[in-house]
């Protein structure tokens, strides 16, 4: 998985690269978790691009299994998706709920202000 890493003064995130691989597995997930880790921050920004299909079909369970892998590293992660992605069947209900009640997931439509919530805490 291709990742760059943003830096910001004392902080900074990893951010996936689209075309650099997709996050297909648990495995992918944890390899997202070492790179934040490699470069001391708990901070992740994914783009839609980086996610297989599968993650916004939730009946499959990658997204649960994903996800919980992020909570379980305290991985704070911002998902940038367009909005007929964001509105697209139960994985609507899942970014509805993450945007109203979760500090460390939220979904966004631009990347600048997805980076800016990262970067706020």
Not at 9 to 16: A, L, W
Not at 28 to 49: M, Y
Not at 61 to 83: N, T
């Amino acid at each position: 998985m291709d990742y760059i890493f943003h830096e910001h003064g004392e902080s900074g995130y990893v951010e996936c690269l689209p075309g650099g691989g997709r996050v297909e597995s648990e495995r992918d997930a944890l390899d997202l978790v070492a790179a934040c880790g490699e470069n001391g921050t708990h901070l992740l920004l994914l783009p839609a691009d980086c996610l297989n299909d599968e993650f916004f079909r939730l009946g499959s369970g990658l997204a649960g299994a994903v996800l919980l892998k992020f909570g379980l590293y305290r991985i704070r992660c911002a998902v940038v998706l367009p909005l007929e992605q964001a509105n697209r069947g139960r994985f609507a209900d899942l970014v509805l709920e993450a945007n109203r009640r979760d500090p460390a997931l939220h979904f966004f439509q631009e990347k600048e202000r997805a980076a800016a919530w990262l970067l706020e805490e």
